[in-house]
């Protein structure tokens, strides 16, 4: 029988992330092993290490998965024009939190690199994502304060880390009680008492 085509390194490092974000839906994070990945992937122990010489790069490239589909979501949702500054604002945060309600490992994934004491590449990537995506929302909240469609005591990059605090509490707060199914649903109940608008 003829050996089936081998799979471009690419694409095995995709399955490898996916392989990692579908078991850490389904157990603790810090208790995935290398060996469980490979076998969710139909591969040897050995092949998964020649496309991640460690378990950190293998978490990092995760993350840095999940960082590029969301920025691709929200520079579309961007290029979409003729929506005003506070509705995109509150669409971002509700792409955010309907992206970790599809992919709840990474979310646990997160959550568990946080309680590390030492930095990782996978935390660092994740780092570096909020900081452009509260740039994101400053910007967009400038334009709504200089359209006078939101007043606010604070200055708009404080808002923007307000939003993105109280978005990641609900975050936490649903995967403790296990209802990430109603993730959107709560953020936007939440996102009209966040952002006032003026005149409403």
């Given at each position: 029988?003829?050996?089936?085509?081998?799979?471009?390194?690419?694409?095995?490092?995709?399955?490898?992330?996916?392989?990692?974000?579908?078991?850490?839906?389904?157990?603790?994070?810090?208790?995935?092993?290398?060996?469980?990945?490979?076998l969710?992937?139909?591969?040897?122990?050995?092949?998964?290490?020649?496309?991640?010489?460690?378990?950190?790069?293998?978490?990092?490239?995760?993350?840095?998965?999940?960082?590029?589909?969301?920025?691709?979501?929200?520079?579309a949702?961007?290029?979409?024009?003729?929506?005003?500054?506070?509705?995109?604002?509150?669409?971002?945060?509700?792409?955010?939190?309907?992206?970790?309600?599809?992919?709840?490992?990474?979310?646990?994934?997160?959550?568990?690199?946080?309680?590390?004491?030492?930095?990782?590449?996978?935390?660092?990537e994740?780092?570096a994502?909020?900081?452009?995506?509260?740039?994101?929302l400053?910007?967009?909240?400038?334009?709504?304060?200089?359209?006078?469609?939101?007043?606010?005591?604070?200055?708009?990059?404080?808002?923007?880390?307000?939003?993105?605090?109280?978005?990641?509490?609900?975050?936490?707060?649903?995967?403790?009680?296990?209802?990430?199914?109603?993730?959107?649903?709560?953020?936007?109940?939440?996102?009209p008492?966040?952002?006032?608008?003026?005149?409403?």
């Amino acid at each position: 029988m003829p050996r089936a085509a081998a799979l471009p390194a690419a694409e095995r490092r995709n399955l490898a992330v996916q392989a990692l974000v579908e078991l850490a839906a389904e157990t603790a994070p810090d208790q995935i092993s290398t060996a469980a990945i490979a076998l969710r992937m139909g591969t040897s122990h050995a092949a998964l290490f020649r496309h991640f010489p460690s378990r950190d790069a293998l978490w990092a490239e995760s993350v840095r998965w999940a960082t590029d589909e969301l920025e691709q979501r929200f520079t579309a949702l961007a290029a979409q024009g003729g929506v005003d500054p506070l509705h995109e604002v509150e669409q971002l945060l509700l792409l955010h939190g309907d992206f970790v309600r599809q992919y709840p490992g990474l979310l646990r994934m997160f959550f568990a690199e946080l309680q590390r004491p030492q930095p990782s590449p996978a935390r660092e990537e994740a780092r570096a994502f909020m900081a452009r995506f509260r740039q994101r929302l400053s910007v967009l909240l400038a334009v709504a304060v200089s359209q006078g469609m939101l007043r606010s005591p604070l200055p708009e990059a404080a808002l923007a880390n307000l939003l993105l605090a109280c978005c990641e509490g609900l975050m936490l707060q649903a995967l403790v009680h296990g209802t990430l199914a109603e993730l959107t649903t709560r953020t936007r109940e939440a996102l009209p008492l966040l952002l006032p608008r003026v005149g409403c």
